[in-house]
């Protein structure tokens, strides 16, 4: 039986993917569908600042935090807060902070 890694790893997901400015794109939707596939009992969690807002904010710009545990594995990830032409964006409102946790 392939592992976990190898069965994400040779999924085909190329009839799910879309694409935008030039770039092939698989939604969050389709991602996390075709991931609970392998870990059924996988969990996303969206990390809130002290105001229990879904971003972080400094000088340089606005980031969202979320972590996947799956398998027993925990995986942390930043990602800076981006428009539609996916540059950073140092005041977001609150569809761009919405989209960015969802990439």
Known sequence: MKSELEQ???MNVNE???KK???T?????WAWAEFLKVYPDATYRIIKNDNGMPYFKDESGAFVYTNVSAGGTTHEMWLCVMDFKNK??????ALEINKT???
């Open 8 to 10: 994400l790893l040779n």
């Open 21 to 23: 400015n030039g770039l």
């Open 101 to 103: 946790l969802m990439r």
């Open 16 to 18: 799910k993917t879309e």
């Open 88 to 93: 950073a964006v140092k005041n977001p409102d």
């Open 25 to 29: 794109y698989l939604s969050w939707a």
